[in-house]
C-alpha cells in the first residue's frame, strides 16, 4: 500500500450526508433494495416490498358469534314473555362460538337466554321469550376482510397483528424487502473477542456486537467478521472480500489520522474517500466512501460513544432509505377524539384510532370496535385508554394516544373521510410510495362533508346528487361548507348499479323488479353517495322503500354489499361495477356518476398533499384506473370548481 496522504478534516454535517448521497446517486445505492418471498413465520419486523391484497374473505362462511342454537330468525317473530316460542327438532340446531351456520339458518341466540325445553314425543327444545332479529350474533362473510381489499400497502413494517390478517386473507407468503447485508469490520491489534480475560494495554472488542445489534434492529442482516490486526494491507484485503458479498460496510476503528488508523488510507486505495471528518461531537473522525462495485463504507470511530452515535447518524438513514422506512421517534402523542365514544364503566377499554394532524390540531378517528375484526388493528394508527368508571369521551375530548406510528408518520398522514370508492387504495399506494399515508374512513359523502366542516379530515370523497337540478356535488358543498373555502378535484366516473348473483338467477334487470316478494336487496348507509341515488331512482319510479325487503339491511362499503351478495344474504344490492367484479358477481349498470374530492382550500395548496396532486395527474395512476372495471377518468386532479 503507499504512504498515507489523506489527513483529518471536519466538514459540515449537512455538507457529509450530501457528498454521501451524491455518490450513492451515482453508485446506484441510493434506491430502495429489491425484494424477496418470505414465509409469514419469517416475516415479522420485514417490510412489504409490494402492496398486500386480500385472496380470500374473512370469515369465509358465516359463523356463530357465540355459543347457543342456530335458527330462522322468522320462527321466532312474536315470542314475549306471555306468549313465548318453542323451537324443536330441525328448526334449531346447537352451534359453539366460530361454528359455521347451516344453510338454512340467519341467526344465532345465546345459550344464556334460552330455555332447554322436553317433550315426551321429540327431542329436547327451546323455548324463547324474546323475538330474534335477522342475522344477530352472526359474524357475516367478510365482515373482517373482503377479497380483493387492499390489506397492507408497500413500505409497511410488519407487525403481529399484520402477520394474522395476511393470513386470515389467504396468504401463507409476502414479498418483503430484503435486509441489507452489512459487514461490520473491527480492526486493531489490541482488541480481543469477549469473554477473553484481558492483559494490561488489551482491549474487549464489543463495538461490532453493538453494532450488529443496532443494525438487527433496523432490518439489516449483519455480520460480524474476525478482527483484523493493525496492518493496512490485511484491513484492504478484508475491506476488498466484503466488497465482493455485502450490500454495506462498517469499518470500526482506524478512522482518525494517528499512526496506526488506515481506515482511509484503505478506502482511498480500494475507491473514493468522500469525507474524513465530520464536525459532530462526539464522533468527528467519520470516514464516509464508496469501495468496489459502488459499495458504500463507513469508517466509524472507534469510542464506544462515538461508535453509536455513527451508526443512529449516518447508518440508520441509510438501511431505513433502502427499506423504504422512515425515521423513528416518540410514542405517545395528544389527540382530539373525531366523534363520542361509548365504553362500559367496569372494565378498561383500548379504543384503537387512526390519527393525523389537521391544521394544528392532532385528531384521532376512533376505528371499528369488534373483537373479531383483525384489521382495525392493521390500520390503528395507536391506542387511546380508556379507564374503568368512565362511560366514553365526547367528541373534541383531549385523549392521549399511544402511538403504532411514529409521530413523523402522522405528520405526513391524509386524511380522508367520505366516501367509499376502489380507487382511494391506488391513491394509499401512489402516497405510500413517496412517504405519504392515507387513512381514510368511509362515512359516506354527507359524512365527509361534515367532518371537513369541523376540520376533522384534509379530503372527503364525495358523489352525491342533486335531485332538483341534477347537478354532482356543488350544491350540498353550497350548504354543508357555506363558510369552509373548498376546491372541489375531479377524479373519475364511474358505473353504479345493481350488483346480482352471477348468471342473476332472479332475473333483475331494472329497480322496478326491487318490489318483488323473491328479491332481497342490501343498501347504503344514510347519507352516502350511493343511497341518496338510490332514494332519488326508487322515488322516481314511485316505489315504496317499505316495499322492498332489505331495504333497511346497511352496509358502509361497496365491496361489503357485493360481500353480501356474495355470501347469499342478499339477491342485489346498489354499488359500483368494479365491486362486482373484484368478488366475481354480475352487474345491471344503471347510471354512470362522477366521483369528485373535495378539498379545503387549506390543505390542498399544503405541502403535505403535493403527493396526492401528484398522483391525481400521474401517468401510473391513469393507467392503475384504467384496468377498474366501469371506470372512466373524470379530469383527474383537475379544479372543478372553487367555492366558499
Known amino acids: 500500500m503507499a504512504t498515507r496522504t489523506v489527513y483529518l478534516k471536519d466538514v459540515p454535517f449537512d455538507e457529509a450526508w450530501e457528498r454521501f448521497r451524491a455518490a450513492l446517486k451515482r453508485a446506484n445505492r441510493w434506491d430502495l433494495i429489491e425484494g424477496e418471498s418470505v414465509a409469514l413465520g419469517e416475516a415479522l419486523g420485514r417490510v412489504t416490498a409490494e402492496p398486500v391484497w386480500a385472496k380470500i374473505s374473512s370469515p369465509h362462511y358465516h359463523a356463530a358469534a357465540m355459543d347457543g342454537y342456530a335458527l330462522r330468525a322468522s320462527d321466532t317473530n312474536g315470542a314475549n314473555d306471555r306468549a313465548p316460542v318453542q323451537l324443536m327438532d330441525e328448526r334449531i340446531e346447537p352451534v359453539d362460538t366460530g361454528d359455521a351456520l347451516p344453510d338454512w339458518a340467519d341467526a344465532v341466540v345465546p345459550i344464556e337466554v334460552v330455555e332447554v325445553v322436553e317433550d315426551l314425543d321429540k327431542s329436547p327444545g327451546i323455548l324463547l321469550r324474546a323475538a330474534v332479529h335477522p342475522w344477530s350474533n352472526v359474524r357475516p362473510m367478510g365482515e373482517d376482510m373482503v377479497a380483493t381489499e387492499m390489506i397492507l400497502p408497500a413500505g409497511h413494517q410488519l407487525r403481529p397483528v399484520d402477520l394474522g390478517a395476511a393470513a386470515g386473507s389467504g396468504h401463507e407468503s409476502l414479498v418483503v424487502r430484503k435486509k441489507p447485508r452489512v459487514a461490520v469490520i473491527p480492526t486493531g491489534s489490541e482488541l480481543v473477542p469477549p469473554g477473553t480475560l484481558p492483559r494490561p494495554g488489551e482491549i474487549i472488542e464489543y463495538n461490532s456486537l453493538v453494532l450488529a445489534a443496532q443494525l438487527e434492529d433496523w432490518g439489516a442482516a449483519p455480520s460480524r467478521l474476525p478482527i483484523v490486526r493493525d496492518d493496512p494491507d490485511a484491513i484492504q484485503s478484508a475491506v476488498d472480500e466484503a466488497a465482493r458479498r455485502f450490500d454495506l460496510i462498517l469499518l470500526n476503528a482506524g478512522s482518525s489520522a494517528g499512526s496506526e488508523d488506515h481506515s482511509a488510507e484503505v478506502v482511498s486505495s480500494l475507491g473514493e474517500l468522500l469525507v474524513h471528518g465530520v464536525a459532530i461531537r462526539p464522533g468527528h473522525p467519520v470516514i464516509l466512501g464508496i469501495v468496489g462495485d459502488g459499495v458504500p463504507i463507513v469508517g466509524v470511530p472507534g469510542y464506544p460513544v462515538s461508535a453509536a452515535l455513527t451508526g443512529e447518524i449516518f447508518v440508520q438513514p441509510l438501511i431505513r432509505r433502502w427499506l423504504g422506512l422512515t425515521e423513528s421517534g416518540e410514542r405517545q402523542i395528544e389527540a382530539v377524539l373525531t366523534r363520542k365514544v361509548h365504553s362500559s364503566l367496569g372494565d378498561d377499554e383500548y379504543l384503537r384510532v387512526s390519527v393525523g394532524k389537521v391544521g394544528e390540531r392532532t385528531v384521532a378517528a376512533p376505528l371499528s370496535r369488534g373483537a373479531g375484526v383483525i384489521t382495525s388493528l392493521v390500520r390503528a394508527d395507536g391506542i387511546v385508554r380508556i379507564p374503568a368508571g368512565i362511560q366514553g369521551h365526547a367528541a373534541g375530548t383531549p385523549v392521549l394516544v399511544h402511538l403504532y406510528r411514529t409521530p413523523e408518520e402522522i405528520e405526513r398522514t391524509i386524511l380522508a373521510i367520505g366516501s367509499h370508492d376502489l380507487t382511494l387504495d391506488l391513491i394509499a399506494q401512489h402516497l405510500a410510495l413517496r412517504g405519504t399515508r392515507l387513512s381514510s374512513a368511509s362515512v359516506g359523502s354527507l359524512g ?61 334487470q331494472e329497480l322496478a323488479d326491487l318490489a318483488r316478494d323473491d328479491v332481497v336487496y342490501v343498501n347504503r348507509q344514510r347519507g352516502a353517495g350511493t343511497r341518496v341515488l338510490f332514494d332519488f331512482q326508487i322515488s322516481q319510479l314511485g316505489l315504496d322503500p317499505d316495499a322492498i325487503q332489505g331495504y333497511g339491511r346497511e352496509e358502509f362499503t361497496h365491496l361489503a354489499v357485493a360481500a353480501a351478495i356474495a355470501a347469499g344474504r342478499a339477491d342485489c344490492g346498489m354499488g359500483i361495477q368494479a365491486a362486482a367484479v373484484a368478488l366475481g358477481l354480475d352487474f345491471v349498470p344503471l347510471v354512470s356518476e362522477r366521483y369528485d374530492l373535495v378539498i379545503p382550500k387549506e390543505h390542498y395548496e399544503s405541502e403535505l398533499l403535493a403527493p396526492l396532486r401528484e398522483t391525481l395527474v400521474s401517468e401510473a395512476f391513469a393507467s392503475e384506473v384504467s384496468e377498474l372495471a366501469g371506470y372512466d377518468l373524470e379530469r383527474p386532479g383537475e379544479v372543478l370548481a372553487e367555492l366558499g
Request: proline share 8%; charged share 20%; net charge positive.
Open 448 to 508: 365527509g362533508l361534515v367532518a371537513l366542516g369541523r376540520r376533522e379530515a384534509h379530503i372527503a370523497g364525495s358523489h352525491l346528487l342533486d335531485p332538483e337540478t341534477g347537478e354532482y356535488n356543488l350544491p350540498y358543498i353550497r350548504k354543508h361548507l357555506a363558510t369552509t373555502p373548498v376546491m372541489v378535484v375531479g377524479l373519475v366516473r364511474r358505473w353504479q348499479g345493481l350488483i346480482v348473483s352471477p348468471g342473476n338467477p332472479k332475473g333483475i
